[in-house]
């Protein structure tokens, strides 16, 4: 057990740093020069300044050196400084994570609340109109584009009928609270500030259930596929004939075997959240990694590139790694060899 | 499953059992052929060229001579939205079409093969999935510069490593049975059993997929588009025009339609491949 664990996280470990080495081979043949993108029009033409700033930021080195002194650097815990914002990349990420993770995290809850009870009602009575349209929302969520599902939430919920705030975490006017955490609800909570903990939560609202949307269709399918083969057992048979209350056999005997699924694909899919949602917090003008991803991408940011895709590498590496030591509790076979 | 549906006999007409397993994926089957027909005879059927401007005619609502509206441009929304379709459509297909082409063969070749080959697969695969493909997608468009072919080629080097697994994982199902064996003392050669024996046992999941992917493909395309990494204006793309439409609140037309193509396109392809992925399977036909 303990050489499984050892060798999964070194795999890890080699993982996430292959991924750092792609990226940098990507944008390092990329046409866009950050130096370009980073001076001024004036200050571009002249290549004595472009020298300078080069020298500056150590672009001109050779790549494998570049590359080495990241991956030092990255040792110690240092992400490199960004070049767009001028700020430590760390501090940069450490400002938009708690955003996105904020939003992931009741996103992600939101649809397993719905989609679990859904997925496995929809299993217990097959081809009912619960099945139907269980299957129909779950459809809709995932075919909808996010981007698309977001203007329309906004457009109906804050422009025509004014029940949900507009974008952003929190109203333009109100104050926001000491940074604790970075997380609007906990730190709000902590000092007690239960107005502004209302607005926070209020304006998490729409962009919760737009992330939700396609990921309780992927857990709502997922789990009555699921239930429908647990179901299909003959243990489940057997459970039945023994006379057991419907309520147990669905719950106790068929629920832990349809779990492993969903598990995976549950788990993904939060890694999937975490990393940022580009489209929805793009539309709710959420500060978070994902727009921060993107603005990184368009202005070839290369040392903001490339922690965040460490990071974005560690935290699915990180995720399939629990998944998997997760399987290990619900599926005890997996374990016995 | 109560008692009842055990213990008593189905009642219901073979057309009506039909109807209801296989209902729906008729109903996407016909979304996805009238979005193909819109899409070939555009340019003969539509009264509004897509990409003509008229600014005094900018922003106005779904009337009787434009069906869904003028966008900020004065250009016709129905237009652009079925003049859309011909670039979503053809671009899903690429990229899943040749996705999957490249990945079945990597994936199956390398479970065949066994050893590194499959070993070394199985890492390549493992490398891609780390990254979200969005992401991916988004880096290699910024590196490569926006425009069609540029997202085409970032979404195809995403796109091929869950064919190569599922083929893998369907090859090594197939592999170890005895039909296999026969063929290989017979004396076939590899790449014979490979495309001949194996393959036509394992092609029913790699075809669900595709047809599922052709939704997602046209979802992520659409949604580069939006962010701006697709095409390139003028050309109507629904994703693109989301976005333009973004702001306008007031003028929702602008937006909504676009999005609402995508939804039923996507929509169109899920059912299908639900309904394929229904009838290949062995425990759905014992009911």
């Known amino acids: 057990m303990i050489r499984y664990v050892i060798s999964r996280l070194v795999t890890a470990v080699v993982m996430v740093l292959l991924a750092t080495l792609v990226v940098f081979l990507i944008a390092n043949t990329v046409p866009g020069d950050p130096a370009m993108a980073a001076l001024g029009d004036m200050q571009a033409s002249d290549p004595v300044q472009v020298r300078e700033f080069r020298a500056k930021w150590g672009l001109d080195l050779p790549l494998w050196e570049q590359y080495w002194m990241f991956l030092q650097r990255l040792a110690q815990g240092d992400l490199g400084i960004s070049i767009a914002s001028r700020r430590p990349v760390l501090d940069d990420i450490i400002d938009y994570a708690p955003a996105t993770l904020e939003l992931a995290t009741i996103a992600f809850l939101l649809s397993l609340v719905i989609g679990l009870p859904l997925g496995i009602i929809a299993a217990v009575r097959r081809d009912s109109w619960i099945d139907h349209s269980a299957r129909f929302i779950s459809l809709v969520g995932v075919s909808a584009p996010t981007f698309w599902l977001a203007f329309i939430v906004l457009a109906i919920f804050y422009g025509w009928l004014d029940w949900a705030p507009g974008p952003g975490r929190l109203d333009p006017i109100a104050f926001p609270p000491e940074r604790i955490t970075g997380l609007l609800l906990i730190d709000t909570a902590l000092i007690g500030d239960w107005e502004t903990f209302h607005d926070a939560l209020a304006h998490l609202v729409l962009p919760s259930i737009v992330l939700a949307a396609s990921t309780l269709g992927l857990i709502t399918r997922t789990t009555r596929a699921a239930m429908l083969d647990a179901l299909n057992q003959d243990y489940v048979r057997v459970a039945r004939a023994k006379g057991l209350l419907a309520r147990v056999v669905v719950t106790g005997h068929a629920l832990p075997n349809a779990m492993l699924p969903v598990v995976t694909l549950g788990g993904l899919a939060y890694a999937n959240l975490l990393t940022g949602a580009v489209m929805t917090e793009t539309v709710f003008s959420w500060p978070g990694l994902g727009r921060y991803t993107f603005r990184s991408a368009v202005a070839v940011d290369f040392p903001a590139i490339m922690a965040i895709t460490a990071i974005v590498a560690a935290i699915f590496v990180l995720v399939n790694f629990l998944v998997d030591m997760s399987y290990a509790m619900l599926d005890p076979r997996v374990v016995k060899k | 499953m109560s008692a009842a549906a055990i213990l008593l006999p189905r009642i219901a007409s073979t057309r009506r059992r039909w109807l209801r397993r296989y209902?729906?994926?008729?109903?996407?089957?016909?979304?996805?052929?009238?979005?193909?027909?819109?899409?070939?005879?555009?340019?003969?059927?539509?009264?509004?060229?897509?990409?003509?401007?008229?600014?005094?005619?900018?922003?106005?609502?779904?009337?009787?001579?434009?069906?869904?509206?003028?966008?900020?441009?004065?250009?016709?929304?129905?237009?652009?939205?079925?003049?859309?379709?011909?670039?979503?459509?053809?671009?899903?297909?690429?990229?899943?079409?040749?996705?999957?082409?490249?990945?079945?063969?990597?994936?199956?070749?390398?479970?065949?093969?066994?050893?590194?080959?499959?070993?070394?697969?199985?890492?390549?695969?493992?490398?891609?999935?780390?990254?979200?493909?969005?992401?991916?997608?988004?880096?290699?468009?910024?590196?490569?510069?926006?425009?069609?072919?540029?997202?085409?080629?970032?979404?195809?080097?995403?796109?091929?490593?869950?064919?190569?697994?599922?083929?893998?994982?369907?090859?090594?199902?197939?592999?170890?049975?005895?039909?296999?064996?026969?063929?290989?003392?017979?004396?076939?050669?590899?790449?014979?059993?490979?495309?001949?024996?194996?393959?036509?046992?394992?092609?029913?999941?790699?075809?669900?997929?595709?047809?599922?992917?052709?939704?997602?493909?046209?979802?992520?395309?659409?949604?580069?588009?939006?962010?701006?990494?697709?095409?390139?204006?003028?050309?109507?793309?629904?994703?693109?025009?989301?976005?333009?439409?973004?702001?306008?609140?007031?003028?929702?037309?602008?937006?909504?339609?676009?999005?609402?193509?995508?939804?039923?396109?996507?929509?169109?392809?899920?059912?299908?491949?639900?309904?394929?992925?229904?009838?290949?399977?062995?425990?759905?036909?014992?009911?």
Request: hydrophobic letters at 55%; a neutral charge.
């Open chain 2, 23 to 287: 209902g729906l994926a008729t109903l996407g089957g016909a979304i996805v052929l009238a979005w193909v027909l819109a899409a070939l005879l555009a340019p003969w059927v539509l009264p509004h060229d897509p990409t003509f401007v008229n600014v005094a005619n900018r922003l106005k609502p779904p009337s009787a001579t434009h069906w869904f509206g003028t966008d900020a441009l004065g250009r016709d929304v129905l237009a652009r939205v079925v003049y859309g379709a011909r670039v979503s459509l053809s671009v899903g297909m690429v990229v899943v079409l040749i996705g999957a082409l490249f990945g079945t063969l990597l994936g199956a070749i390398a479970a065949y093969a066994r050893g590194w080959a499959e070993e070394a697969l199985m890492r390549a695969t493992d490398l891609v999935f780390c990254f979200p493909p969005i992401i991916l997608a988004m880096a290699i468009a910024a590196a490569l510069g926006i425009g069609t072919v540029n997202t085409v080629i970032a979404m195809l080097v995403v796109w091929w490593p869950k064919f190569a697994r599922l083929a893998r994982s369907l090859v090594i199902t197939q592999r170890s049975l005895e039909y296999v064996e026969a063929a290989q003392s017979v004396g076939y050669g590899p790449a014979h059993i490979l495309l001949r024996q194996i393959m036509p046992n394992a092609v029913g999941p790699l075809i669900v997929l595709v047809t599922l992917d052709l939704g997602q493909a046209i979802l992520v395309f659409a949604g580069l588009s939006f962010l701006g990494l697709g095409v390139v204006p003028p050309t109507p793309e629904w994703g693109a025009m989301v976005a333009e439409g973004r702001e306008l609140v007031q003028q929702w037309w602008v937006a909504t339609f676009p999005g609402l193509a995508i939804l039923t396109v996507v929509m169109g392809f899920n059912f299908v491949g639900d309904g394929i992925r229904d009838w290949l399977d062995p425990h759905a036909r014992t009911r």
